[in-house]
DNA sequence: GTCTATAACATGATAGAC
DNA sequence: GTCTATCATGTTATAGAC
C-alpha cells in the first residue's frame, strides 16, 4: 500500500532529480547528488527509482500526460487541419521546452534493446501510443480511410521524433530554428491532404509491410 | 610520424575491440579486457583511442567503407533501379550482420549532441555523406531533376536508418524479418519513380525547409 | 514496508612516473 | 609511448532503525 509519507518521498526524489538534470545535465548530475539534495540517502533514491534511467522514464510519462492535455486544449480552439498539427507540434516542443538536457538521456537509451527506455520496449509503449493518438484527432475530421489515418499518423508521429531530434541540438535563441521547422513542415504537409486518398493504396501497403515484420 | 610498430599497435587494439564487442557485446566489454587481450596496458588502450566510444567510431568509418566497396560492386551487376536499392540495402545488413550487439553502441550516442558519434556531429559528416552518395547512384539512371534526387536520397538515407535501428532490434532467424523489411519497402517505393516528377515541388519544399534550418 | 548510513564493487577515464 | 596507480560514479550490499 502506497502511504501519503512514501509517495511524498518519491515525488521529492523525481523532482529533485529533473531539477538538478535541468540545470547540469543528465550525465553530470550524479546519484549521490541526487540523494543529497533531495535529504534521503542514496538507498532511498534506488529504493523508488531502481536506476538513474528510471527517473528519465518518469519524466517521459510525466511530460507526455502533459502534451496530451495542453494538445488537445490547443486543438480544440483550432479550426483546421493546419491549425491541428501546429497545435500537436507546438505544444510538443512547449513541454519539453525547458529540457534539452534532458532529453538527450532519453534519446541515449532510444535505440538500445537492451534498455526499458528503447523505443521498441514495452514500457515505452503506452506513452507511444498516446502520443500517435493526438496525430490521429489531429486528422479525424478529414474522414480519411482507416488504413490511410493510421498510416499517416504513425508517419507524424515519426517527423515528431525527428523534429524532437533536432529540438535537441538546436542552439539557436528561443530554438526558433525548430520552431521554424514545425511551420514549414505544416505548411509543406496539410496542402497535399486533397491528395492524401490517391495515395491510400500506399498507405495500406506501407502498414502492411510494417504489421508484416510486427512493428504496428 | 607514424611509425610501423606504433600503427601495428593501434591496429592490434581495434581488432582486439571491434572481437570481443562482437563476441561478448559493448557493455559487457570492458576496457581492461581489451587491453589485456591484446596485451597492452589500460593507458595504452587510451593512449591510441580517447574513449570507449572512439572505438565505435573507428568500427563505423571501417565499414562504412566496407559498404561502399560492397555495394558499388553489386549496383553495377543491377538493371533497374529497383535491383539497384536492393543492392544498396542489402549489402548495408551484409556489411553489418555480425554487428548486431555493437551497433546498438552506435546508436546510443546517435542523438547525444555531447558525442562525437551524435548524427549531427562534423566526425560522423563524411561517413554519413558517403553512404547518402551511395543512394544518389542508385538513383541516377532515372534522370530526375537535381533537387527533387536529393531530397530522394536523403529520404532513403533516412529509411535506411529506420532499417538499421529496426535490425538491431531483430530476433528473427538470419535476420529474416530485416531482410522482408528491405525487399518490401523496396517494392513499394520503387513503382512510385513515374510519379516522382509530380513530387518535384514537395522535394524542393522539403530540401527548402532542411536548408533553412541547417540540415542540408 | 520505508528508510539511514556506510562500505564495497566494477568500470570508464586520467595523471604522472618511466 | 607505455605503464601503474588512482579517481569518479552507477550500482549493490550490509546492517540495521522505525
Known amino acids: 500500500m502506497t502511504t501519503k509519507k512514501s509517495s511524498a518521498t518519491r515525488e521529492k526524489i523525481l523532482e529533485t532529480a ?13 546519484m549521490r547528488d541526487v540523494a543529497k539534495a533531495a535529504g534521503v540517502a542514496v538507498g532511498a533514491a534506488y529504493y523508488y527509482f531502481p536506476s538513474k534511467d528510471a527517473l528519465v522514464m518518469a519524466y517521459y ?15 480544440s480552439a483550432a479550426t483546421s487541419l493546419d491549425g491541428r498539427l501546429r497545435a500537436v507540434l507546438h505544444t510538443k516542443i512547449d513541454t519539453i521546452e525547458r529540457d534539452r538536457k534532458l532529453l538527450s538521456a532519453l534519446f541515449r537509451s532510444a535505440g538500445d534493446p537492451a534498455s526499458e527506455l528503447s523505443i521498441f520496449a514495452g514500457k515505452t509503449r503506452r506513452v507511444r501510443d498516446e502520443s ?11 474522414k480519411l480511410p482507416a488504413e490511410l489515418e493510421s498510416a499517416l499518423a504513425l508517419a507524424l ?3 515528431s521524433m525527428g523534429i524532437v531530434l533536432f529540438f535537441i541540438h538546436d542552439e539557436s535563441p528561443n530554438h526558433e530554428k525548430t520552431r ?19 495515395l491510400a493504396p500506399l498507405g495500406t501497403s506501407v502498414l502492411g509491410v510494417l504489421r508484416e515484420v510486427g512493428l504496428a
Open 18 to 30: 529533473l531539477r538538478l538534470f535541468r540545470k547540469r545535465g543528465f550525465e553530470r548530475t550524479t
Open 61 to 75: 510519462e510525466r511530460t507526455q500526460a502533459n502534451h496530451t492535455t495542453l494538445a488537445r486544449e490547443k486543438m
Open 132 to 142: 500517435i493518438a493526438l496525430f490521429r484527432e489531429a486528422l479525424a475530421a478529414e
Open 157 to 159: 508521429w515519426s517527423l
Open 180 to 198: 521554424r521547422l514545425v511551420d514549414r513542415s505544416v505548411e509543406t504537409l496539410a496542402p497535399m491532404m486533397p491528395m492524401a486518398p490517391m
